[in-house]
T-cell receptor, first 113, second 112 residues
């Protein structure tokens, strides 16, 4: 079975902190994604990566950056956390290309106070 | 970008009832998935179905890509079916890299 693991289920951080959300997949997938989910707004794509060291902005990249130094790991970085980044963050991975099934991690519920 | 609309937004059923969830999309797709979000927030894969029909136990799905819709059927519903059901699509236009656009979801509540 494909496994996508996010480092934390729940996280509480202070405004202004630098926050790292980690995601690891064990199926040698080329594509990895970070989404955030908010009530009334659904799931929106923040960033994605289609190869090691490659990254592309999604629909809402402002305030975020990403890192992909190894194929299996994709990190989302909040450079200076703000209260409007309180959200559910979901990581996903899929094989190379467009015609592939995506698999999601368990989610990280981040609260910025 | 591509638009995805799911209906109904909310659905309340008695255990044992059948239901149909619909997903309409505004453009050609190369990827369509149905997910169930459990109470802890994880998205569980139900179907990868860019076209055709698939069945898995009490669940089945049909995608008619030429008419830009997909249907998820749940038969003999159980309380454990409760949760949010999402349809997500990958646009066939341009280079999508497997990116998904999600609908707003259908909140299903099954009462015993």
């Amino acid at each position: 079975d494909v496994k996508v693991t996010q480092s934390s289920r729940y996280l509480v951080k202070r405004t202004g902190e630098k926050v790292f959300l980690e995601c690891v997949q064990d199926m040698d997938h080329e594509n990895m994604f970070w989404y955030r989910q908010d009530p009334g707004l659904g799931l929106r794509l923040i960033y994605f990566s289609y190869d090691v060291k490659m990254k592309e902005k999604g629909d809402i990249p402002e305030g975020y950056s990403v890192s992909r130094e190894k194929k299996e790991r994709f990190s989302l970085i909040l450079e200076s956390a703000s209260t409007n980044q309180t959200s559910m963050y979901l990581c996903a991975s899929s094989l190379q290309g467009a015609f592939t099934e995506a698999f999601f991690g368990q989610g990280t519920r981040l609260t910025v106070v | 970008g591509i638009q995805v609309e799911q209906s109904p937004p909310d659905l309340i059923l008695q255990e044992g009832a059948n239901s149909t969830l619909r997903c309409n999309f505004s453009d050609s797709v190369n990827n369509l998935q149905w997910f169930h979000q459990n109470p802890w927030g994880q998205l569980i894969n139900l179907f990868y179905i860019p076209s055709g029909t698939k069945q898995n136990g009490r669940l089945s799905a049909t995608t008619v890509a030429t008419e830009r819709y997909s249907l998820l059927y749940i038969s003999s519903s159980q309380t454990t079916d409760s949760g949010v059901y999402f349809c997500a699509v990958g646009s066939a236009g341009g280079t999508s890299y497997g990116k998904l656009t999600f609908g707003q979801g259908t909140i299903l509540t099954v009462h015993p």
